[in-house]
């Protein structure tokens, strides 16, 4: 279940940065409680997560996935450039992620 609170999280927290764009620098209402309200809905299911998964874990998941992510939103819908660098970055990113899950196998 911990798991499933952390990957609405993830959720949350796209929905929030994908739209971050369209805030202006918050000085557009709805955008900016939209953005606001995902990431308050991400942090508080990150929150509820940290309860079985170990916070350095979860953390490097929700960072991870979510950066992982963002990058392919940009690429595919904001036409952002996705370079070699970017792609080695994510690589090394998921590397990390998956280290510190072996790590933490079977340790609560």
Do not use: C, D
Not at 5 to 10: G, H, R, T
Not at 83 to 95: M, S
Request: net charge neutral; hydrophobic share 60%.
């Amino acid at each position: 279940m911990h798991y499933l609170f952390l990957a609405v999280a993830i959720a949350a927290e796209l929905f929030a940065t994908s739209l971050m764009k369209t805030t202006e620098g918050f000085t557009r209402l709805w955008p900016t409680l939209a953005v606001l309200a995902g990431y308050t809905v991400s942090f508080v299911l990150l929150a509820q997560a940290v309860k079985s998964i170990q916070v350095g874990v979860a953390y490097a998941i929700w960072s991870g996935v979510g950066t992982a992510a963002i990058v392919a939103i940009g690429a595919v819908f904001l036409g952002e450039p996705l370079t070699t660098i970017k792609v080695a970055g994510i690589a090394f990113i998921i590397a990390g992620v998956v280290m510190l899950n072996l790590n933490s196998s079977g340790a609560h």
